[in-house]
């Protein structure tokens, strides 16, 4: 299953990125991540949005606060799309060992 371009294009950004790992420990307020960078609000509702879009992340209002939630499943569908490099890799770097093996000898 191909993985859609907005995702991305929102895992592009490092403050998106940041955002994302700010929400593995759970939902927050829009005003505690904000918290968290020295970029203007707008900039960070900018970032929330891109985010929201790509379908990364949820929103609910909470009185007058907004809380986002990370919606993991598009995360699946991008790490399927790697394991083959992944496993390129892999094996890349064991015939790196090996080779380094050979010449311990």
Known sequence: ??????????????????????????PL???????????ARPSLSEHLRVLREAGLVSERRQGR???????????????????????FWRRKLTDLRDLLDEEDL
């Open 1 to 26: 299953m191909p993985v859609n371009d907005d995702v991305f294009a929102a895992l592009a950004s490092p403050a998106r990125r940041e955002v994302l790992r700010l929400l593995l420990d759970g």
């Open 29 to 39: 307020p829009a005003g505690a991540i904000a918290d968290r960078f020295s970029m």
């Open 65 to 87: 606060n907004r809380v986002y939630t990370l919606d993991a499943g598009p995360l699946e569908e991008v790490a399927d799309w790697l394991t083959p490099y992944e496993r």
